[in-house]
């Protein structure tokens, strides 16, 4: 088991970025493959990007290629995700989880993760 922390939510105007970061607990973060969902008011929680335990290989919802970027420090137990050219449709409360490689299986099996931070607001006005 891992414990997860997001921090970096706010309120931003359409076009402007914002940082995620998540801090992991625990010697064992750079065995987890780690991502980020999301879920808007009234919708189901959606992936959104993940990364592998080396941080070479990434994967990205369609709706946000292009315009953020997943990244990881293992040194300091941190994942990050960059978010550039945001939409009022990225407006949700966004989540980062863990699980044991395949990382893919982030994206495809959402239940069996185990490992989900509290959660951090993320408003976008237009």
């Known amino acids: 088991q891992v414990q997860l922390v997001e921090s970096g939510g706010g309120l931003v105007q359409a076009g402007g970025s914002l940082r995620l970061s998540c801090a992991a607990s625990g010697r064992i973060f750079n065995t987890y493959a780690m991502g980020w969902f999301r879920q808007a008011p009234g919708k189901e929680r959606e992936f959104v990007a993940a990364?592998?335990?080396?941080?070479?290989?990434?994967y990205y919802a369609d709706s946000v290629k292009g315009r953020f970027t997943i990244s990881r420090d293992n040194a300091k137990n941190l994942m990050y995700l960059q978010m550039d050219s945001l939409r009022p449709e990225d407006t949700a409360v966004y989540y980062c989880?863990?699980?044991?490689?395949?990382?893919?299986?982030?994206?495809?099996?959402?239940?069996?993760?185990?490992?989900w931070g509290q959660g951090t607001q993320v408003t976008v006005s237009s």
């Open positions: 990364i592998s335990r080396s941080g070479g290989i990434v």
């Open positions: 989880a863990a699980r044991p490689p395949p990382t893919r299986d982030l994206e495809r099996e959402p239940a069996s993760i185990d490992n």
